[in-house]
């Protein structure tokens, strides 16, 4: 069976899942904003049109142009439908004030990988037993690894799984920004970074069932060389502690997002 997806607002992330769901033959998609972009799936100019389409409606826009959304949705039809919300800092509560408990709501938190099937994404829903929301769940799996979490768990599930792939890339900037003493073009040195964090994945997917990271990183540290100086530094200047403190820092704005609603 056909089932029509509409998205509301077409930007990174409804980019991203459509190029990960494109080649689904039973999914339809078409989008609603408020200027068309560049697209080849069908634009509404009228919310309400979108939803007459839609089967699923995804709520993909900022989180603070939710309210603005949720205060033209509730004047459509939306009986039987099903509503899915990765906005940060949004919760079921939130959409249901607007929506009515009634409303089938999926609340999840991906990441942009989805456009590639390998988003890490955390959902929740107010209708466990729904069945649509089952198949949002099936259709997350698909875009990548999907786990059922407690609304209590999302903001940090955010600052890892969320925010995770720009504070990895940081990370990388900063191998890059070293290697400039080399003077090799940039997309050259892009591509043997690349090589460095796939090999090291790869390390990690190939090994990971039969060893925990420490292990993983003591093979690569020879006593007295290279590896085992830069890890010295690592532990002396508590590096790891400054790391947490970059995720500590995400989970809190998440937290103040959804006390505060901003
Ligand atoms: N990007 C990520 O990696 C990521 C990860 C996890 C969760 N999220 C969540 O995903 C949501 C979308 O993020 P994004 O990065 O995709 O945002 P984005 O790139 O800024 O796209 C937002 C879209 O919303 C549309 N829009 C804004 N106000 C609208 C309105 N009143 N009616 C209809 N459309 C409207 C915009 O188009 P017009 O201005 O033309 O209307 C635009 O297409 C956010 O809530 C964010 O918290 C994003």
């Known amino acids: ?19 990960g769901l494109k080649e689904e033959e039973e999914i339809e998609f078409a989008y609603f904003a408020r200027s068309r972009k560049e697209a080849d799936i069908p634009y509404y100019g009228r919310m309400e049109d979108l939803t007459a389409f839609a089967d699923v409606i995804w709520l993909m826009v900022k989180p603070q142009d939710l309210s603005a959304v949720l205060e033209q949705l509730k004047t459509c039809d939306r009986a039987g439908k099903t509503i899915v919300s990765p906005a940060a800092g949004r919760n079921i509560a939130f959409i249901e004030r607007y929506l009515g408990k009634e409303q089938l709501v999926v609340r999840i938190m991906p990441n942009l990988a989805m456009a590639y099937r390998k988003s890490v994404t955390a959902f929740a829903t107010n209708q466990p037993e729904n069945e649509n ?130």
């Open 1 to 19: 069976m056909q089932v029509k997806h509409g998205f509301i607002g077409f930007g990174n992330l409804a980019k991203a899942v459509y190029q």
């Open 133 to 262: 929301a089952t198949e949002i769940f099936g259709l997350l799996g698909k875009l990548g690894k999907a786990v059922q979490l407690e609304e209590n768990g999302f903001d940090l599930f955010t600052a890892v799984f969320g925010s995770g792939p720009a504070f990895i890339l940081s990370f990388i900037q900063i191998f890059k920004e070293k290697m400039q003493e080399f003077n090799l073009p940039g997309p050259l040195l892009d591509e043997l970074l690349l090589e460095l964090t796939q090999g090291t994945t790869l390390y990690f997917a190939q090994n990971q069932k039969k060893h925990s990271i420490e292990e993983l990183i003591r093979n690569i540290t020879s006593k007295g060389g290279t590896t085992q100086a830069g890890l010295d530094y690592f532990r002396t200047h508590e590096i790891g502690k400054h790391f947490e403190g970059i995720l500590d820092a995400a989970r809190k704005r998440s937290e103040e997002m959804s006390k505060n609603g901003d």
